[in-house]
């Protein structure tokens, strides 16, 4: 069975294209991928409106690229899949509208996938996929979660964050010492270059006893001290800005750090998928890593290209569903999208 998959939730349209394997994880044909960072840079922030414009433009191409790298046709599809939420609406409304006429035009059934199923089992693309049952990591954009997973569709949410997540932190701090959007990658490539105890920044609900996340107080934080040390300063001194940079990222680390840790030793489990586009964060990947190694725990991560959002992972995600029973995709092509949708209601 082949399966497309097409993703359009935020500011990335991805289409790829899997097939499923009998005695192993389905296999990436191929997939391709347009980022809309340049165009959003001028606005500070994503544009909903222009995003929504932008995946009309690219998905159809896309699909076209994603079939001739493939070797495919569209004859050849057996199944299309889509991001249903969460997610920007419009966004969304998007990739789910071409999805079901393209699947409608082709008498082929359609699928609706969770957009963070798609990201908590992309590691399973990957040289070195986890095996069930494990503790997932999922940083994902405005998504901070601890899951416990069994097996696919088999979710039971440990903690999440009550306010803004991890990426969220990222950018907007990232906003407060004047670097461009995206804010989040450009924040972890300065603090490479600064001192992480340089400022005193507070670790939200580090100890509080259990797994829910807390970011909004950073960022505040991070407010001040910005204040404290001067716009201009902070403009022109290059280490200052550093430093709080490197502070910013490892409170934000040690945060997920210790909080991952503590569900392994809650559930007992010695396996942990960490995903989503903070998942890329080399201090993060570092410290997971050598913590995991002092406990034996293994520490899987998705590859570093697939770890935004992309349509690998929505094919990927209805693969896996299809394979283990957990979904039938249907013939039905009214559709309706999930801007908000808990993970653990998908089953």
């Known amino acids: ?76 599809i057996d199944v299309v899949a889509y991001t249903r939420g969460p997610g920007l609406a419009g966004a969304l409304l998007v990739g789910s509208g071409v999805a079901c006429a393209l699947a409608a035009a082709l008498d082929k059934p359609v699928l609706g996938i969770h957009h963070l199923e798609g990201h908590l089992l992309s590691p399973f693309l990957s040289e070195d996929p986890p095996e069930f049952p494990f503790v997932a990591l999922l940083v994902s954009g405005g998504h901070t979660q601890l899951m416990r997973v069994d097996g696919v569709g088999q979710y039971t949410l440990l903690g999440e964050t009550i306010d803004d997540a991890a990426g969220e932190a990222f950018d907007k701090s990232a906003k407060l010492l004047g670097l461009p959007y995206p804010g989040g990658p450009g924040l972890s490539r300065l603090a490479e270059q600064g001192n992480p105890t340089a400022y005193k920044l507070p670790r939200p609900l580090l100890h509080s006893g259990d797994f829910d996340f807390s970011f909004a107080g950073l960022k505040t934080a991070v407010l001040t001290q910005s204040q ?60 997971l890593n050598a913590a995991c190694a002092q406990r034996g725990v293994r520490v899987h991560y998705p590859e570093l290209h697939l770890c935004t959002d992309n349509g690998a992972m929505i094919a990927m995600a209805a693969a896996m569903r299809v394979q283990a029973g957990m979904s039938q995709p249907t013939r039905e092509y009214a559709f309706d999208v999930k801007p908000r949708w808990p993970l653990d209601q998908t089953a």
């Open 228 to 287: 404290k040390i001067g716009p201009q300063v902070l403009q022109e001194c290059e280490p200052a800005r550093a430093d709080l940079a490197a502070s910013t990222q490892a409170a934000i680390v040690e945060v997920l750090l210790k909080k991952s840790m503590s569900a392994l030793q809650y559930t007992g489990l010695k396996r942990l998928v960490v995903a989503g586009g903070v998942g890329a964060n080399r201090s993060l990947r570092e410290q």
């Open 1 to 76: 069975m082949q399966i497309l998959g097409i993703e359009s939730s935020c500011d990335e349209t991805g289409v790829a294209l899997v097939q499923t394997q009998d005695h192993d994880w389905p296999l990436l044909l191929a997939h391709a991928l347009h980022s809309q960072i340049e165009m959003h840079q001028a606005y500070g922030g994503v544009v909903p409106e222009l995003a929504s414009r932008d995946h009309i433009r690219r998905v159809l191409p896309l699909t076209r690229e994603v079939l001739s790298r493939a070797g495919r046709t569209l004859a050849d």
